[in-house]
């Protein structure tokens, strides 16, 4: 089981970046990205469903953030715009082979590696 998320980068303020995660040697139904901002706990960001229904945000993003699924190519992808410096955080895709309907870390059994994006006022 493998996720690779890509795509973090550095960004003026107001701008924009997608994240990629792709998934390969498992069968999953639910996933979610998470960010760690540094000195801070790991927190919920969006999740989705690989059918890609049940989209849910954090507050936080809300209106600025989507997630959405390519089944044809096995990824999941947060579209991050008008990006803001409180957005600076490591970003984790993960994933799990049930749906819970809910947004805890726990929720999620598998995770891949960060990636980090940094946004500049």
Same mark, same amino acid.
Not at 43 to 55: D, L, M, R, Y
Not at 106 to 117: I, R
């Given at each position: 089981?493998?996720? @690779?998320? &890509? *795509? $973090?980068?550095? %960004? #003026?303020? /107001? ?6 995660? @792709?998934? &390969? *040697? $498992?069968?999953? %139904? #639910?996933? /979610? ?89």
């Amino acid at each position: 089981v493998q996720l @690779q998320a &890509s *795509g $973090g980068g550095l %960004v #003026q303020a /107001g701008g924009s970046l997608r994240l990629s995660c @792709q998934v &390969s *040697g $498992g069968t999953f %139904v #639910q996933f /979610g990205w998470f960010r760690q901002a540094p000195g801070k706990d790991r927190e919920f960001v969006a999740s989705i469903t690989w059918t890609g229904i049940h989209p849910y945000y954090a507050d936080s993003v809300k209106g600025r953030f989507t997630i959405s699924s390519d089944n044809a190519k096995n990824t999941v992808y947060l579209q991050m715009n008008s990006l803001k410096p409180e957005d600076t955080a490591v970003h984790f895709c993960a994933a799990d082979r049930y749906y819970s309907g809910n947004h805890s870390q726990a929720d999620f059994g598998s995770w891949g590696q960060g990636t980090l994006v940094t946004v500049s006022s």
